[in-house]
């Protein structure tokens, strides 16, 4: 395709959306001409399922749950009035407790102010805000974040080094819908154990978010928590930020949480329009739909080209990938579907994959993500510094980004280009919300449920069985401890009457031996069949 006719691909494809300073091009993704036509039709199903989902139909019939997260953002479309006050007063109540934090009202145990907040979650529960911290960033901002996402022991212990004696001044916030979730509950009991060995309670330094009545909120009464904020069994973790899960350590972290949820609801209105090519989430649904064939045979690459927007390709793994990747559809035919996303920020990744996106397995497209304005308001040292005459080290990241985009498309690789005019708080949020819309349209394009996730619940349980195999396996090594006596994991599997999981155990064995303060021991050749345990 010659210049001038890709220009005028250009101007006919990209579409413009004043209300929340977005433009998407879909001009160089190679769809077929009868394309748009052919697919209307799923299109207006879709916006049907979605304005029933929005009036507070079950979308979650395995946990017969309705799944109103655009409700967070917009409380008056709530399906009746008791969630409509709960809402808003959440809102409320959040932005007070921020407040008072902010003016010394709630201090720590020993006085003084909080200055750190220490977030314990994972999953959605940590992703979103994390996301929007990194993103929202400023020097001045009245508490600095710290995460603990995962039950990775020495994760853990980093966090705490980084924190020191400021953990006398660190609020901290344990995240967990149900209280049940492992990790969270891992994390919450470490950081408890920090504290205590500071000489310091924990309970006045938390609060919980999490539903009511839940696991968690009955241990956050029974300790004595500072304080308990509460969200509902139909906001799912991955679509939880505008719940007090993101709001919350946003607030306090000192972000506009009112234009953060402004930005979302003004990209809710205009993906409520009914018109595929003027409703971007559509756009982008149908842009997914036609790179895999409907199939999601090919990956998703998000390139956001500013730095704070780094954590925004991790961030839609979980939404897209967990919403997406089902192995049935809503008929009960096996499907196996799914979008794999992967990226990170340019223009490092010129200096990384780009070379196999240009030349190798054309497995793929692009998401660009361009913000035309070099600096946010909440940057420090502005310069615009002249690199060479004339040019700038931000002219330089818009000549990678075009240069990128169009060794692709000659590659014959397609792209669409997400451009914001400039990153701040109301933009984050429709950022989010447009792929939040985005998920939930293009699932009933495939036929699938969105918003549930069997196979998350299956890696739990297997986990949980590998957890109390080991317990089994500990409490036939204890029966010789001390001795002599030693045996393999194959040994072991049979003495627990496990002989199909040898080599769970012999896995479970080597993790207790790497680690000598768990009193395993391993002797003899190095191997699956050979390696021997005992109890020191």
Request: charged share 25%.
């Amino acid at each position: 395709m010659d210049s001038k006719a890709l220009w005028q691909r250009y101007c006919d494809f990209v579409q413009f959306y004043p209300e929340v300073q977005f433009s998407i091009d879909i001009s160089r993704m190679r769809f077929a001409p009868n394309f748009l036509e052919t697919i209307r039709p799923r299109v207006l199903k879709a916006f049907s399922d979605m304005q029933a989902l929005e009036s507070g139909a079950i979308a979650n019939p395995d946990e017969g749950r309705m799944v109103g997260h655009y409700w967070l953002r917009a409380p008056e479309l709530a399906p009746d009035e008791k969630l409509r006050t709960e809402i808003a007063q959440g809102i409320t109540e959040l932005q007070r407790f921020a407040a008072q934090v902010h003016s010394g009202e709630v201090r720590p145990e020993k006085g003084g102010r909080f200055e750190n907040v220490l977030l314990i979650g994972i999953g959605g529960s940590a992703l979103g805000p994390q996301l929007v911290s990194d993103a929202l960033w400023h020097q001045s901002d009245p508490m600095k974040m710290f995460f603990c996402d995962n039950t990775d022991p020495d994760g853990i212990a980093r966090t705490l080094t980084q924190l020191g004696d400021d953990l006398a001044k660190t609020l901290v916030i344990v995240i967990s819908k149900s209280g049940g979730t492992v990790e969270t509950r891992n994390g919450s009991l470490e950081v408890a154990r920090a504290y205590e060995a500071k000489g310091l309670k924990y309970g006045p330094h938390v609060v919980a978010v999490t539903c009511e009545d839940s696991k968690l909120d009955r241990q956050a009464k029974s300790e004595q928590w500072l304080r308990q904020f509460y969200m509902w069994d139909w906001v799912g973790g991955r679509t939880s930020i505008f719940s007090g899960v993101g709001l919350l350590p946003a607030a306090l972290q000192g972000i506009d949480i009112e234009q953060f949820l402004e930005g979302a609801r003004a990209m809710d209105r205009i993906t409520r329009i009914e018109e595929p090519l003027r409703n971007p989430a559509a756009l982008l649904a149908q842009m997914w739909y036609a790179a895999g064939d409907g199939k999601g045979l090919k990956d998703m690459v998000v390139l956001p080209y500013k730095d704070r927007l780094m954590l925004f390709s991790k961030y839609l793994q979980q939404l897209v990938m967990e919403s997406l990747g089902k192995e049935h559809d809503l008929d009960g035919k096996t499907v196996n579907q799914g979008i794999a996303v992967y990226g990170n920020k340019g223009s490092t990744d010129q200096h990384a994959y780009v070379q196999q996106l240009r030349d190798g397995l054309n497995n793929f497209f692009v998401t660009f993500v361009e913000v035309l304005q070099d600096y946010t308001a909440s940057s420090e040292n502005v310069s615009n510094m002249e690199v060479e005459p004339g040019v700038t080290s931000g002219d330089y990241l818009n000549g990678f980004f075009q240069g990128t985009r169009r060794a692709l498309f000659e590659g014959g690789r397609d792209s669409i280009t997400v451009t914001i005019d400039e990153l701040n708080a109301r933009t984050l949020g429709s950022l989010i919300a447009l792929y939040d819309r985005t998920v939930g349209l293009y699932a009933t394009l495939v036929n699938i449920n969105a918003y549930h996730q069997p196979g998350v619940e299956a890696g739990k349980k297997a986990a949980a069985n590998v957890v109390e195999l080991q317990k089994q396996v500990l409490e036939e090594l204890a029966r010789f401890r001390g001795g002599n006596e030693r045996k393999t994991a194959d040994e072991l599997a049979a003495a627990v009457q496990r002989p199909d999981e040898a080599e769970t155990i012999y896995k479970i064995l080597e993790h207790l031996a790497a680690n000598p303060q768990r009193g395993v021991e391993r002797s003899g050749d190095r191997g699956p069949t050979t390696s021997t345990y005992r109890m020191v």
